[in-house]
């Protein structure tokens, strides 16, 4: 199984500032036939299910704000919120979609400073 | 809108059985697989099982292998998990999820439903 790993574990930022979240997987994630990365991300707000930000890396779900941005390729890959607002105060995980199953990440959880 | 609803959640025993049931709608259903993922009390996710859009073909995750039962019946846009031998551990808030059509993301998900199993 690919295992998924993120850092770092909870993150505290300054409203407006720029937050960096860490996924590596222990596996390429990179489909060589059309190079997607098939990497997601998630949003999980307490008491509410997951909400899917981005999905092959860096292809941002319709309706998600242009501040989340997602990076990176084969095994190492980065989402960054670029100016953090207080809505954005939640655990994220990334997931790798590619193999089953399909492994996620432990999560980092976000707060405010 | 998409929708998919869980339900069938509930207490049970260790060694028991229990089935949840997903109903989705707003979309073409027999388009897309539907997945399980679970999270157990104050931890993180953990994929559960897939199934394609036809239901020929089926993914579980080592921790459910044997014991669950993924199906789907496209004719009610439905997906059930029988559930086998429940164990403490089992114990989670289940999550019905649509999957994208070509590889495993999960775009639209319902609000889960709690299975506790204990005597």
């Known amino acids: 199984d690919i295992v998924m790993t993120q850092s770092p574990d909870s993150l505290a930022v300054s409203l407006g500032e720029r937050a960096t979240i860490n996924c590596k997987s222990s596996q390429s994630l990179l489909y060589s036939s059309n190079n997607e990365n098939y990497l997601a991300w998630y949003q999980q707000k307490s008491g509410q299910p997951p909400k899917l930000l981005i999905y092959r890396a860096s292809t941002r779900e319709p309706g998600v704000p242009d501040r989340f941005s997602g990076s990176g390729s084969g095994t190492d890959f980065t989402l960054t919120i670029s100016s953090l607002q207080a809505e954005d105060v939640a655990v994220y995980y990334c997931?790798?979609?590619?193999?089953?199953?399909?492994?996620f990440g432990q999560g980092t959880k976000l707060e405010i400073k | 809108q998409v929708q998919v609803v869980e339900s069938g959640g509930g207490v049970v025993q260790p060694g028991k059985s229990l089935r949840l049931s997903c109903a989705a709608s707003?979309?073409?259903?027999?388009?897309?697989?539907m997945h399980w993922v679970r999270q157990a009390p104050g931890k993180g996710l953990e994929w559960v099982a897939a199934?394609?859009?036809?239901?020929?073909?089926?993914h579980y995750a080592d921790s459910v292998k044997g014991r669950f039962t993924f199906s789907r019946d496209n004719s009610k846009s439905t997906v059930y998990l029988q559930m086998n031998s429940l164990r403490p551990e089992d114990t989670a808030v289940y999550y019905c999820a649509r999957g994208d059509a070509i590889t495993g993301y999960l775009d639209y998900w319902g609000q889960g439903t709690l299975v506790t199993v204990s005597s």
């Open positions: 199934i394609s859009y036809d239901g020929s073909t089926k």
């Open positions: 707003g979309f073409t259903f027999i388009r897309f697989s």
């Open positions: 997931q790798q979609h590619y193999f089953t199953p399909y492994t």
